[in-house]
């Protein structure tokens, strides 16, 4: 089993380029999101999916956009990237037990920066 | 705003000794308490839950308390050892925004041989 993957492992953009970081996941689960991890901050939500065809948006959405076109794929695009979107995102993945997530598997990130 | 409040943000503990780090929140529709391990490089692995009808749990070396009137919770490690080193997130879970996960501001634990 390969879990939760993620691509690319390290990006660097320039401010206003767009581009998509990739995550699949090969478990079947229900619930997938999207985190950005930076110093002093923990992990804050920025999008997630309770299933195919269904986003919302978390803590920090704006800038970025998802879509959940199959259980297994959850893309997270950045738009217009700008120098504070510079972070490790991580994709994470769980099971549904009777309706309520208990607990993610992480991906191993990816760590971008815009310059 | 941070909804899980945590603290300390860095902790430097003896081999053998007892690591606590501790976290608080506000909002009354989180119901489930997980704690997550993370190494440099890697994402968080889910360490060790807890529900709020339960006043402890006991995995091994780790320990949760939970005092639900206060909306307070704990991770112990207890014989604390080098191999422990790592950040500590804890997290709570929101019964009304998608059983989704709002985490701590981390714990760097550093275990001194």
């Known amino acids: 089993n390969a879990g939760v993957t993620q691509t690319p492992k390290f990006q660097v953009l320039k401010t206003g380029q767009s581009m998509t970081l990739q995550c699949a996941q090969d478990m079947n689960h229900e619930y997938m999101s999207w985190y950005r991890q930076d110093p002093g901050m923990g992990l804050r939500l920025i999008h997630y999916?309770?299933?195919?065809?269904?986003?919302d948006q978390g803590e920090v959405p704006n800038g970025y956009n998802v879509s959940r076109s199959t259980t297994e794929d959850f893309p997270l695009r950045l738009l217009s990237a700008a120098p504070s979107q510079t972070s490790v995102y991580f994709c994470?993945?769980?099971?549904?037990?009777?309706?309520?997530?208990?607990?993610?598997?992480f991906g191993s990130g990816t760590r971008l920066t815009v310059v | 705003q941070q909804q899980v409040k945590q603290s300390p943000q860095s902790l430097i503990v003896q081999k053998g000794g007892i690591s606590i780090i501790n976290c608080a929140y506000e909002?009354?529709?989180?119901?489930?308490f997980p704690w997550y391990q993370q190494f440099p490089g890697k994402g968080p692995a889910l360490l060790i839950a807890i529900r709020p009808d339960v006043s402890e749990k006991k995995e091994g070396r780790f320990t949760i308390s939970f005092n639900k009137s206060a909306k307070q919770f704990s991770l112990h490690i207890m014989d604390s050892q080098p191999g422990d080193s790592a950040t500590y997130f804890c997290a709570a879970r929101a019964s009304n925004t998608g059983n989704q996960f709002y985490f701590g501001t981390g714990t760097s634990l550093t275990v001194i041989p």
């Open positions: 999916s309770v299933g195919a065809g269904i986003t």
């Open positions: 994470a993945s769980s099971y549904s037990l009777l309706g309520a997530n208990y607990g993610y598997t």
């Open positions: 909002n009354t529709a989180f119901d489930y």
